[in-house]
């Protein structure tokens, strides 16, 4: 009896991911294994490739052999930074970048991995350097992510697959106005499902940005058009020109609008008396606690 069609379409998939992981070559044309891990170049062909075949629809309708085939193609590519990074040294690079993920529930994603801050492995979910990516943006945009990795948003769908089995930390770096570089980490980091509005948890702070954080805690998100927040008199994503895990409405935001070279985000300085850091950069990142 031959195989089904959906499987044997699948085990082509994944011959073709073999086959292009074997052959891959970094810029300068020296082949060295598998270089998953570019500086800029994300791996474009194997998502082209899997999303010729269809293959995570495939898999969603269809028999335990494609389910089977599909957990194979998994063990070939990584799901998270930490496995990239391993990948990496095989291909005898650590300077970290974009990378190609597998992320469950979503399928191939091409995410940045920070392979330097305190021993690697963190996936970086947010960051803002220019002004060159408007972050006032809708609930379907938060949800998916946007941006051009200077400029990021990864997707808060892809915020929850990552972290909603095991165990995360946070950490999260500022450069302010007056170039004070700053950190706030959390031993402790989950988002969780859309049924929940992706909200927030977080806990266990350190670092030298003050606790501003928890203050959101197990607060849900809100955009412009998904109002989640508890300020009574409207809608704080609307009034800050942003998307956060607002209150009513903050004493962090990181993804408010940017104005005269600063980014309008803030994290507020919980010292005697509080004021408010005003930031020209920042950068999300979480992975799996060590």
């Not at 494609?66 to 690079?93: F, G, M, V």
């Not at 004070?180 to 509005?197: D, E, Q, T």
């Not at 197990?218 to 300020?231: G, L, S, Y």
């Amino acid at each position: 009896m031959e195989p089904p069609k959906s499987a044997m379409t699948l085990l082509l998939v994944v011959l073709l991911l073999i086959s292009q992981m074997r052959t891959s070559r970094i810029p300068n044309g020296t082949s060295k294994g598998i270089p998953f891990l570019r500086q800029s170049k994300p791996l474009i062909p194997s998502a082209q490739v899997l999303r010729s075949f269809g293959i995570f629809d495939k898999v969603a309708t269809e028999g335990n052999i494609d389910r089977k085939i599909e957990k194979y193609i998994h063990t070939l590519l990584p799901s998270n930074c930490e496995d990239a990074q391993i990948w990496s040294r095989l291909a005898h690079s650590d300077t970290g970048g974009v990378v190609g993920l597998l992320i469950p529930g979503i399928g191939f994603k091409n995410v940045f991995c920070d392979v330097s801050d305190e021993g690697g492995n963190w996936t970086v979910f947010q960051r803002r350097k220019t002004g060159n990516v408007d972050f006032f943006r809708n609930w379907a945009d938060y949800v998916n992510g946007f941006g051009d990795f200077e400029n990021i948003w990864l997707g808060l769908e892809a915020l929850h697959q990552m972290t909603r089995e095991g165990d995360y930390e946070l950490k999260i770096n500022m450069i302010t106005t007056d170039e004070v570089h700053l950190s706030a980490k959390y031993r402790n980091f989950r988002i969780g499902p859309g049924s929940s509005n992706y909200i927030l948890s977080v806990s266990g702070y350190s670092g030298n940005a003050t606790d501003s954080l928890m203050l959101h805690n197990n607060q849900p998100f809100t955009t412009e058009d998904a109002d989640h927040d508890a300020f009574p008199s409207g809608n704080c994503a609307s009034r800050c020109e942003g998307a956060w895990w607002y209150i009513d409405c903050y004493y962090t935001d990181l993804n408010g609008p940017r104005t005269n070279d600063v980014i309008g985000t803030v994290w507020m300085n919980m010292n005697s008396p509080p004021t408010n850091y005003y930031l020209t950069y920042s950068e999300m990142k979480f992975r799996r606690r060590l």
